[in-house]
C-alpha cells in the first residue's frame, strides 16, 4: 500500500487546516493510521492515531482538544483536522500504517508504508 499525504500549507496562527492521507493499492480498514511531524533538526513526533475501525483515536498531548483524527474506510483515505494551530505546529507532517493489525502505538517504528509528507507552515 502507498500512502500519501496532502493538505498542508501557509497559514496564521489560530487558522485550521484539514490533512488527508489517502491510501492505494490495497484497503487499510483492518490497520491503525498514525500521523506523525518532523521540524528541521528535530525526530519525528508521534501526532496521533485512528484505529482500523475508527473507533478510538489517540493524541499527543500537544494537540490534544485542538487536533481531530477521522478516517473514511470507504475511500481509503485518513483526515487529521488542525484547529487553533500555532507556530510550534510548523513542520512537515506524515502519515503511515501500524504494522499490527488492530494495534495503536506511538513509536514510529511499529509503523510502515510511510507516505510522502505535506509541509505545514504556521507563521506569527
Known amino acids: 500500500v502507498q500512502l500519501q499525504a496532502s493538505g498542508g500549507g501557509l497559514v496564521q496562527a489560530g487558522d485550521s487546516l484539514r490533512l488527508s492521507c489517502a491510501a492505494s493499492?490495497?484497503?487499510?480498514?483492518?490497520?491503525?493510521v498514525g500521523w506523525f511531524r518532523q521540524a528541521p533538526g528535530k525526530e519525528r513526533d508521534f501526532v496521533g492515531g485512528?484505529?482500523?475501525?475508527?473507533?478510538?483515536?489517540t493524541y499527543a498531548d500537544s494537540v490534544k482538544g485542538r487536533f481531530t483524527i477521522s478516517r473514511d474506510n470507504a475511500k481509503n483515505t485518513v483526515y487529521l483536522q488542525t484547529n487553533s494551530l500555532k507556530p510550534e505546529d510548523t513542520a512537515v507532517y506524515y502519515c503511515?500504517?501500524?504494522?499490527?493489525?488492530?494495534?495503536?502505538?506511538?513509536?514510529?517504528?511499529?509503523?510502515?508504508?510511510w507516505g510522502q509528507g505535506t509541509q505545514v507552515t504556521v507563521s506569527s
Open positions: 493499492g490495497r484497503t487499510f480498514s483492518r490497520y491503525a
Open positions: 485512528i484505529s482500523g475501525s475508527a473507533g478510538s483515536t
Open positions: 503511515a500504517i501500524h504494522k499490527a493489525i488492530g494495534v495503536i502505538t506511538t513509536n514510529p517504528g511499529d509503523f510502515g508504508s
